[in-house]
């Protein structure tokens, strides 16, 4: 995911999460973090050009995040 334009609309780069996401929020103006099914947590620091998952100890894949 990115956007150029503070989150009016945002674009898909590449979908490897393999689920649907839930919710995303930016700590700042380059990272940000994005949570959903499958125990997906991703982690970008180059504001949303490249995202990578994040592993969850225990988590298992049948968990979903609804928030960050």
Known sequence: LRT???GISWVVLK???GGILKDITFT?????YAVGDSSTLLKTTN???NWGKIT???A???QTFNCV
Do not use: M, Q, V
């Open 4 to 6: 150029t334009n503070g």
């Open 15 to 17: 979908d490897e999460s």
């Open 28 to 32: 700042g103006s380059t990272t940000g």
């Open 47 to 49: 504001a949303g050009l």
């Open 56 to 58: 969850i100890p225990n």
């Open 60 to 62: 298992t894949p049948d």
